[in-house]
């Protein structure tokens, strides 16, 4: 009997082997944890990176009086800061694909380039911006334009070119454009 109950006994020693091992185990994790760095949280797929930037192109919605410049965001991810800007004026330049928004940019209008300095936006486009429409269809393709090129800056200055040359008159209805154009100016002085 007295060997049955030996067997089943866990010597101190072991028992002290066993407890410091677990010690020299716990205290070798907290000194690893306490002496990483920790790893950065990786951002979820809904957050804009900080090389991405969230242009809006600027669509016409008739309203009960008139029109409105209502805006479409577009997300793309831009390196340098013309990239978004051309993006969206691509985007604007192909007119509008959904819902009852429209456009009274003329059908094969080229955007020949965007530059941006300090506050100021230089948007050069061809000659087919200059055809076609009346007073309101003039101011409403102005507008777009000037919203658009304002969507990263909403106080920037916006100078419209056609063929490389500043637009100082629009069409046939000679629709006299007051440059540099901001949201501000266009509101005051073409209301749609």
Known sequence: MNNQQGSKRISSGV?????????AVGGGVAWLASNQTPTPIQPSHNVTQPNQQTPSVYWLK????????????IQLAAIQ?????????????????EGTDSTTIPQGTQLLGVK????EVH???????????????????????????TTLNPNAKVYIEVD????DV????????QQPLTRESFQQNYPL
């Open 170 to 177: 629009l069409g046939g209805e000679g629709l006299e454009l």
């Open 62 to 73: 008739p309203s009960a009086t008139s029109f409105d410049l209502v805006p479409q965001p």
């Open 15 to 23: 028992i002290a082997v066993i407890s410091a091992a677990v010690v």
């Open 164 to 167: 490389g040359k500043q637009l």
């Open 116 to 119: 941006t300095e300090n506050d």
């Open 123 to 149: 948007v050069n486009l061809s000659n087919d911006f200059t055809v076609g429409g009346g007073s309101a269809s003039m101011i409403g393709r102005v507008g777009q334009v000037v919203y658009t090129a």
């Open 81 to 97: 800061p013309n990239q978004a800007l051309e993006q969206a004026f691509r985007t604007l330049l192909e007119g509008p694909t």
